[in-house]
């Protein structure tokens, strides 16, 4: 194969000398590669660009490139042809490209293991057999293609998996990968050699370092003596211990992991030996790349400040910090030596999307003929202050929407929010249910104090003026009830927790939020209302080298009937906004039946007062359409039920819980106008007469 090589590697060079003698040491205008999707990728890597000097030699180079670049894509037999053509006193080059084939691995064998399962060995490789779903993201497990310059990496892979079963004596032999090329397929062997698996008999922390609480620590640390050891609780050892000596201070400290084996009785005795070095102070923090964000926004949330002993909590905090305010795409944290006890914080910021303008007009099966238009900005003048302004209007509904958020009042830790709106919206059901339209015209504002570095508490209040029209004339008096306009007085309370570590797209962290309500501060309303979302985050991608981000979901609410409890203050689900994608937004809810007169039959939807929705999700990027977009998978349950209103002799009302479930995906981008979802549902407990609707398109939401 070599000598095949060398000899198509001679021809070119011939070939290319022969048609382009006369150009050497001409510059190169312009170079463009022909056959494959990912041209502009591939020229960085072929080691010539436009305005170098032509040779030959760079030709042939840059041909080899593109093979080698082939083959770490798993395709074998690629050729290369390049044309030199003269442009006035230059030359431009193209690079055809007929691309090879694929090799897939046929098999792959492991010899001299017998304490692990060839199937874990092979779990975690890139060349290994595929399956029918290897083209699946993580569903699948990938493989299937040959990619040699990862054979290295597989040999550790399984090197890997033997420390992490206690396999410390254990020997892997450099792969060998036998081609078929009458047929592209190929086979991997490794030899193993596993030896003893071993326990850790003890577990020491070496190391003076003023400040650190051994005995504690060595509480927390994950390998335990009696145990089977395992790299990867080692690991986790070694990153605790680096976090707690830098929140005394030291960032450059040394930890280094000594083994003591004991080949008789297969145990191993693990020492951290610690080397603090000197306590190190912040000198300066820098900050770089905002263009937008004022250097007084973005250190509020710095929490480290010159004359400041370093910590390494404080430096990690800071960074989720700034990503949780939604104003930049990245942020990087780093320490600069400025000497042996001092540092500058470097802080590089990049400033993300934060407002968005837009507007338009459609039709819409449901709402008919819309128009509408909205301007918001989460960063008003680069001050941290969000505001937005949405109009829109439909022949069943509109809304009109004024709202102010300032999260740090003159740079304290007290926040101010207010808003306006007016809104209307027509409900339309089947025959035999009633249809009505509701309007509501109000306003709220709330004072807030952060407390700490994760909670945030407000209190505040609402006015509210309901009013219900256009339901039939006909309707029973009883039902009248439900139709009755009101004026809604409210005192309004918070508190929220969130240590995730990114607005957009968290892949760690909690967010919890309760919202209480009471109604009855004057006006006619009178309930009290407690709301709670909760949201849980882990990303796999440190454990599995995959950008996969699990999510679970929560939302549960409940209502206290205090004498007037309005429909339009009840629960209803169905939707992204209200919980159980797949069903049409407020469909899902309890209903009042009429059993006598002229209403006979009558359908009125009630709400509820208790709702319970559990969702859980998974997300992987979908990069190779565009940055900023990823799929996600998802199940929805929920349920609601009525306690308030109460069956009559001419009436029936649902007490009991109601109960739906979903699953779909969704396509979730953070577009220049703003976080856009397009949601895929299917109904898995559909009953008759539910409202469902398989896709659903939202705007704005985050939860």
Known sequence: MLKKLLLALFLSLTVVTLNAANFSGKPITNIEIKGIDDAEKLMEHLGIKKGDRYSPDKVVRAKAAIIKAMEAQGLYGTTVKAEVEPVNDSVAITFDVNKGEKIKINKVTFVGNKQVDSSDLEK???????????????????????????????????????????????????????????????????????????????????????????????????????????????????????????????????????????????????????????????????????????????????????????????????????????????????????????????????????????????????????????????????????????????????????????????????????????????????????????????????????????????????????????????????????????????????????????????????????NLEYAGAGGDAEFWKADWKFAAFYGLEDMIDYDLILRYKLHAGYIGDQGNTPVAERYTLGGSRDGVRGYAAGSIAPRAISDSGTSNGEIVIIGGDQVFVNSIEASIPLDMITSGMRLTGFVDYGMIRNTITKSSQDYRYQDDWIDRASAGAQIEWKSPFGPINLVFAYPINKKDGDDTSVFEFTMGSKF
């Not at 007290?414 to 919206?425: E, K, V």
């Open 124 to 514: 975690n490789l890139v060349n290994k057999e595929g399956s029918w779903f290897s083209w699946i993201p993580i569903i699948g497990g990938g493989g299937g293609t040959a990619m040699p310059e990862q054979l290295p990496y597989d040999q550790m892979r399984i090197r890997e998996a033997y420390l992490e079963r206690g396999y410390l004596d254990a020997k892997v032999s450099e792969p060998l990968m036998k081609i078929d090329f009458s047929n592209y397929k190929a086979d991997v062997t490794y030899v193993v050699q596993e030896g003893e698996q071993y326990k850790v008999s003890s577990v020491k922390i070496a190391g003076k370092v003023p400040g650190l609480d051994v005995q504690k620590l060595q509480e927390e640390l994950h390998l335990k003596p009696g145990k089977v050891f395992d790299v990867k609780r080692l690991r986790r050892d070694l990153k605790l211990l680096n976090e707690k000596v830098g929140d005394l201070g030291y960032a450059y400290a040394q930890i280094e992991p000594v083994f003591k084996k004991d080949p008789k009785n297969h145990t191993v005795t693990i020492t951290y030996k610690i080397n603090p070095h000197q306590k190190v102070y912040i000198n300066d923090v820098i900050i770089t790349g905002n263009t937008k964000t004022l250097d007084y926004v973005i250190r509020r949330y710095i929490y480290l400040a010159p004359g400041d002993l370093y910590n390494y909590t404080d430096l990690q905090d800071t960074k989720k910090e700034l990503q949780r305010t939604g104003f930049f795409d990245k942020v990087v944290v780093k320490p600069q030596r400025v000497s042996e006890d001092k540092i500058n914080l470097v802080v590089e910021v990049t400033e993300a999307q934060t407002g968005s303008l837009s507007g338009g007009f459609g039709y819409g099966s449901y709402d008919g003929f819309m128009i509408n238009a909205s301007v918001s900005e989460r960063n008003l003048f680069g001050t941290g202050i969000a505001g937005s302004l949405t109009l829109d209007y439909g022949q069943k509904s509109h809304n009109y929407a004024l709202s102010f958020t300032d999260p740090r009042v003159f740079n304290t830790l007290f926040s101010l929010s207010m808003g306006i709106y007016d809104s209307r919206q027509k409900y339309e059901y089947d025959d035999n249910t009633e249809d009505y339209t509701v309007d509501r015209t109000g306003g709220w504002f709330s004072l807030g104090r952060k407390i700490g570095r994760h909670m945030h508490a407000s209190l505040g209040y609402s006015y509210t003026d309901v009013n219900y029209h256009d339901y039939s004339k006909n309707v029973a008096s009883e039902y009248s009830k439900f139709y009755e306009s009101y004026k809604k007085s409210s005192i309004l309370g918070s508190f929220t927790f969130d240590n995730t570590d990114d607005y957009y797209v968290p892949r760690e962290g909690f967010f919890s939020k309760i």
